[in-house]
Every structure is written in C-alpha cells, then in structure tokens.
C-alpha cells in the first residue's frame, strides 16, 4: 500500500521542520519527504491549505473497558481518538475490575489489538485500588503495561508513594498520579469558589490538589525517581511543579485542554457537562497552567477523556452527578482557539505538547514525522471554524463544548499508512 500527501504545510515539532513538501508512504513507514514527489501510488491525498502533522499521542483515557462499557468501550473510544486526530492513547486503569493483574492486563490488551490506531494501557500502582499494596511492576510490564497509575483516586499513604517509586525506578519506569488530599476536600468536580457562592457546599480546593504534589515531587527528589503530575489544574501547583524541577527532582505534568480553556463560571451554563474533576477554577488559573506550557513546566496536554452516559449526567441536582467530559474529539480545537489563535503558543510549540513530548515520555515510537520513521499523520484545517455537533464518535456526548464555535478540524487521521478517519 503506498499513499501520497501532496502540497501540505509539514510540521514536526521534533526537528523543528515546518515548511510545504509532500510525504511518501509505503506500507507503515515514511519513505519520503520532499520539495515534490511525483509517484505512482495506491492512493493520494491533496493537503493543500492544510497541515500535516504527526498522528497526536494522548497519554490520558478513560475507555472504561472492561465493566462500564455503558459508557465506552476500547472500540468506541479508539474511533473516538482517531475522530480527535490521535493515533496513539493511553488507558486509565480505573476499570471494572481494575488493571491490576496479568491476566486483566491480558485480556484488555487483546481488546485493544483490534483497534486501528495504537490503543496503550497503564497498569494499577496499588491492588484494586486499596491504596496500600503494590502490584507486581515486573510481570505487569513485562505483560505488555507501559506505566502505572491509580488515576481517579490519590494515594494517600506516603509511605506507598516512596516505595512505588522504588520499585519504578527499580524497574526503568514511572508512576502517574492524581493529586488530591481527600481529607482537605468536599464534594468533587466544584470548584471550591462557585461551590459555596452558587450551590451552598464546600467544593474541591486548590490546597487538597497542590499540597499533595508538594509532598509527592519532594519525595520524588529524594528518590531520584520520575513522578508524573497528572491533569493539575492550579497556579500553586504550577509554581510547585517548576520549584521541583529547579531542584533537579524528575517531574513532568500534563494539563488538560479544558483547564487552559474555561473557568468555573462555565458550571453555571452548561451545568453537569461542565463538572470534572480536577473542576475547572478559576481566570488566574487558566492564566498559569498556560504560562506553564508556555514555559515548559508543563510538557504533556492530555485530554483525560471522562465518558459517562446520558442518563447519569441528566440529574437536577449538580453534586450528585459524576465527574468528567469526553474531551478527544475537541482536544485540538480546545488548544488551536484558546492557545494558538489567542497567541500563547506557535503551532508547532502546541503540536509538540500533543505529539512528541507525550510520545517521548513514554518512549514510544511515535509523535514525530522522519523518512523510515511511522506512517502516523493528522492532516488538519487550523483555521476553519466549527461548531462542536452532539453527534460524536464516542458513546458519549457529556461535553460542554458542544454549540461552541472553535478553530481546527480535523480532516484526515492516518495510523500505519492506513486512514482511520475521514472527514465527509
């Protein structure tokens, strides 16, 4: 199978090549990048006016196969994400029973070999969650795992985090983790300021997310071991993240596309769509996870795709509804209107954050474009409007974008040579 990509503006943020040129494809691989080709081929795609770039990486999903699969599944989320621009995804272990076994392991990743594009998965840090109990690091990796993660929950034991990054660094990987001091919260995916102003309960705080990463990036410096901050969301946790780093502690961060985008004040007219958990905070907030990503803080956008079904989201009453938002197919718009257009970042400094760094991260070999390197592309209209339909890929439609007009869409994903998405 040879494809053909003529006339597009190619970006790859790794090399920093950002010019019109065609791309050659044989089979899974690049073979060409050029000025012009001319070839015969099996199929060829006109890009002009648009960009070609490299398939996107999202290290942070939730496809909640297996046991919720009401919500997602492996399919629906892989169509979802290839819908969104991406070719490579990272499951959540937060499943129905959890990722915490070989043989849960085995069996979810056999689902996701169907998919076509590269569907991932974390195992869990703890046994089934318990917070106390490690899981077996080696077989999990050595069954096909590539992190571990207790997303959803925080470990709330220290003494659990220290020796889970032993046994990471141990085993030349990394733990993921979800900040939030459960003991310092209330009711979760509200803001604590709109929560008491407008519904009368005490919310999520700022210091239940950033003292948690204080405590865990120091832990990591004593370590010497690598801790990944998963979606924060607060100008503090921004500040502790970089003061870690300047120590030398090996943290990196992912934000996700809704915390540099909106404000709490969204909840107030979009209601349960608009809650997730981190919840969106506040103007200050949006300000700095940007200057985060601008100063590379933060290195990962990660959209932490949350489905849930219709009829658990359709409740009257705010704090009985769960938290989350698909967010996989409005990631790339989300970034090109409130940090490209707005004139925070280049393109090629945004597609970085989504391509290369996340893929880098991981290891994987994936998020750049190179002659004999991977045939994963997403070839995009970056200044089109469109307004987010109800109509999505995933089973899932809880977003609180949709009827909002936003820059970018998506035209062509390419995973192995092969489309696996077209817009009609």
Same mark, same amino acid.
């Given at each position: 199978?040879?494809?053909?990509?003529?006339?597009?503006?190619? $970006? /790859?943020? !790794?090399?920093?090549?950002?010019?019109? +040129?065609?791309? @050659? &494809?044989?089979?899974?691989?690049? #073979?060409? =990048?050029?000025?012009? $080709? /001319?070839? !015969?081929?099996?199929?060829?795609?006109? +890009?002009?006016? @648009? &960009?070609?770039?490299?398939?996107? #990486?999202? =290290?942070?999903?939730?496809?909640?196969?297996?046991?919720?699969?009401?919500?997602?599944?492996?399919?629906?989320?892989?169509?979802?994400?290839?819908?969104?621009?991406?070719?490579?995804?990272?499951?959540?272990?937060?499943?129905?029973?959890?990722?915490?076994?070989?043989?849960?392991?085995?069996?979810?990743?056999?689902?996701?070999?169907?998919?076509?594009?590269?569907?991932?998965?974390?195992?869990?840090?703890?046994?089934?969650?318990?917070?106390?109990?490690?899981?077996?690091?080696?077989?999990?990796?050595?069954?096909?795992?590539?992190?571990?993660?207790?997303?959803?929950?925080?470990?709330?034991?220290?003494?659990?985090?220290?020796?889970?990054?032993?046994?990471?660094?141990?085993?030349?990987?990394?733990?993921?983790?979800?900040?939030?001091?459960?003991?310092?919260?209330?009711?979760?995916?509200?803001?604590?300021?709109?929560?008491?102003?407008?519904?009368?309960?005490?919310?999520?705080?700022?210091?239940?997310?950033?003292?948690?990463?204080?405590?865990?990036?120091?832990?990591?410096?004593?370590?010497?071991?690598?801790?990944?901050?998963?979606?924060?969301?607060?100008?503090?946790?921004?500040?502790?993240?970089?003061?870690?780093?300047?120590?030398?502690?090996?943290?990196?961060?992912?934000?996700?596309?809704?915390?540099?985008?909106?404000?709490?004040?969204?909840?107030?007219?979009?209601?349960?769509?608009?809650?997730?958990?981190?919840?969106?905070?506040?103007?200050?907030?949006?300000?700095?996870?940007?200057?985060?990503?601008?100063?590379?803080?933060?290195?990962?956008?990660?959209?932490?795709?949350?489905?849930?079904?219709?009829?658990?989201?359709?409740?009257?009453?705010?704090?009985?509804?769960?938290?989350?938002?698909?967010?996989?197919?409005?990631?790339?718009?989300?970034?090109?209107?409130?940090?490209?257009?707005?004139?925070?970042?280049?393109?090629?400094?945004?597609?970085?954050?989504?391509?290369?760094?996340?893929?880098?991260?991981?290891?994987?070999?994936?998020?750049?474009?190179?002659?004999?390197?991977?045939?994963?592309?997403?070839?995009?209209?970056?200044?089109?409007?469109?307004?987010?339909?109800?109509?999505?890929?995933?089973?899932?439609?809880?977003?609180?974008?949709?009827?909002?007009?936003?820059?970018?869409?998506?035209?062509?994903?390419?995973?192995?040579?092969?489309?696996?998405?077209?817009?009609?």
């Amino acid at each position: 199978m040879t494809l053909l990509i003529k006339n597009g503006r190619v $970006i /790859d943020p !790794k090399s920093g090549f950002d010019q019109q +040129a065609d791309i @050659l &494809v044989e089979d899974n691989k690049i #073979v060409k =990048i050029a000025d012009t $080709i /001319d070839a !015969k081929v099996d199929q060829e795609i006109d +890009a002009t006016g @648009l &960009v070609v770039a490299p398939g996107l #990486v999202d =290290i942070h999903v939730h496809f909640r196969e297996p046991g919720q699969t009401h919500k997602e599944d492996i399919h629906t989320g892989a169509l979802a994400a290839a819908a969104g621009g991406f070719t490579t995804v990272v499951m959540m272990a937060n499943t129905t029973p959890t990722i915490s076994t070989v043989d849960t392991l085995t069996e979810v990743l056999a689902s996701a070999a169907k998919e076509a594009i590269h569907v991932k998965t974390v195992a869990t840090i703890t046994d089934n969650f318990d917070g106390q109990h490690l899981t077996d690091f080696p077989a999990l990796l050595e069954a096909g795992a590539v992190g571990f993660s207790d997303d959803g929950i925080p470990l709330t034991s220290a003494k659990v985090v220290k020796e889970a990054m032993d046994l990471a660094k141990a085993n030349n990987t990394f733990i993921s983790l979800h900040e939030e001091d459960p003991e310092l919260n209330g009711i979760l995916g509200l803001n604590e300021n709109v929560a008491k102003k407008h519904f009368h309960v005490c919310g999520a705080t700022g210091v239940a997310e950033y003292s948690m990463i204080a405590r865990d990036v120091m832990i990591a410096y004593d370590r010497q071991a690598h801790v990944h901050i998963q979606h924060l969301s607060k100008a503090e946790s921004v500040k502790v993240v970089e003061f870690a780093q300047q120590l030398g502690a090996q943290v990196t961060a992912e934000v996700a596309p809704q915390h540099f985008s909106k404000t709490e004040d969204l909840l107030l007219t979009k209601g349960t769509n608009a809650k997730m958990n981190p919840p969106l905070r506040l103007e200050s907030d949006r300000l700095a996870v940007i200057e985060g990503l601008k100063s590379g803080v933060i290195s990962v956008i990660a959209t932490d795709h949350a489905p849930h079904h219709v009829d658990e989201k359709t409740v009257d009453d705010v704090t009985k509804a769960p938290s989350g938002m698909t967010g996989l197919e409005t990631s790339l718009s989300l970034g090109l209107t409130h940090l490209v257009e707005a004139g925070h970042l280049t393109l090629p400094q945004f597609l970085e954050k989504m391509t290369s760094n996340p893929a880098d991260l991981y290891g994987f070999d994936a998020g750049y474009l190179a002659e004999k390197g991977p045939a994963d592309f997403v070839i995009f209209a970056d200044q089109e409007e469109r307004v987010v339909s109800e109509v999505f890929q995933s089973k899932a439609a809880n977003s609180p974008f949709i009827g909002e007009s936003l820059k970018g869409d998506v035209k062509y994903t390419i995973c192995d040579g092969k489309i696996v998405f077209q817009r009609r």
